[in-house]
T-cell receptor, first 113, second 113 residues
Framework: NAGVTQTPKFRVLKTGQSMTLLCAQDMNHEYMYWYRQDPGMGLRLIHYSVGEGTTAKGEVPDGYNVSRLKKQNFLLGLESAAPSQTSVYFCASRTQGLGTEAFFGQGTRLTVV | GNSVTQMEGPVTLSEEAFLTINCTYT??????LFWYVQYPGEGLQLLLK?????DKGSNKGFEATYRKETTSFHLEKGSVQVSDSAVYFC????????????FGKGTRLSVIA
């Protein structure tokens, strides 16, 4: 049972380059999220989706775009990477309902030089 | 808005010591409350949860009680082990609408033998 899978696990980008992070879940969850984790800052929500074809901004959306063309996939794009986007990115998913658990991927460590 | 405040770390304890990590929240209505744990190099995983006032969540010797009167959800364990060394996150989700999980900044726990 794969759960939530993130690709890639590590990446180094040069300033100004673009890339897409892929998140795939096999649990048929409606909700998916992208967070970034920085030292001393905890997890901050970048964008999220409550269903196929819908996305919404989170706490720190600037410099990122997302798409949810298929229910099982949630893509996070960086159009022009900046050193401030150096972080560990986590994808999570959960189903609807009271107090449902969020399942997290293993994370993507991104360094922008 | 919704927010979670948890005690700053790091926390260093000797094996078999008692652990408390404080967590308080601000939210409209009655949220569900969670503790997640992150082991080194991994994503977050659910440790325990509570969905209504006075509920006690428990798992692996950890406990937390949902206290509506003090808006708190403190994590406790009677006797910590070296294997409990990790980062612990308190989180909430509102029980209405599609709002995402909101996390505290995390508390790093180190247990020494």
């Amino acid at each position: 049972n794969a759960g939530v899978t993130q690709t890639p696990k590590f990446r180094v980008l040069k300033t100004g380059q673009s890339m897409t992070l892929l998140c795939a879940q096999d649990m048929n969850h409606e909700y998916m999220y992208w967070y970034r984790q920085d030292p001393g800052m905890g997890l901050r929500l970048i964008h999220y989706s409550v269903g196929e074809g819908t996305t919404a901004k989170g706490e720190v959306p600037d410099g990122y775009n997302v798409s949810r063309l298929k229910k099982q996939n949630f893509l996070l794009g960086l159009e022009s990477a900046a050193p401030s986007q150096t972080s560990v990115y986590f994808c999570a998913s959960r189903t609807q309902g009271l107090g449902t658990e969020a399942f997290f991927g293993q994370g993507t460590r991104l360094t922008v030089v | 808005g919704n927010s979670v405040t948890q005690m700053e770390g790091p926390v260093t304890l000797s094996e078999e010591a008692f652990l408390t990590i404080n967590c308080t929240y601000t939210a409209t209505g009655y949220p569900s409350l969670f503790w997640y744990v992150q082991y080194p190099g991994e994503g977050l995983q659910l440790l325990l949860k509570a969905t209504k006032a006075d509920d006690k969540g428990s798992n692996k010797g950890f406990e937390a009680t949902y206290r509506k009167e003090t808006t708190s959800f403190h994590l406790e364990k009677g006797s910590v082990q070296v294997s409990d060394s990790a980062v612990y996150f308190c989180a909430l989700s509102r029980n209405s609408g599609n709002t995402p999980l909101v996390f505290g900044k995390g508390t790093r726990l180190s247990v020494i033998a």
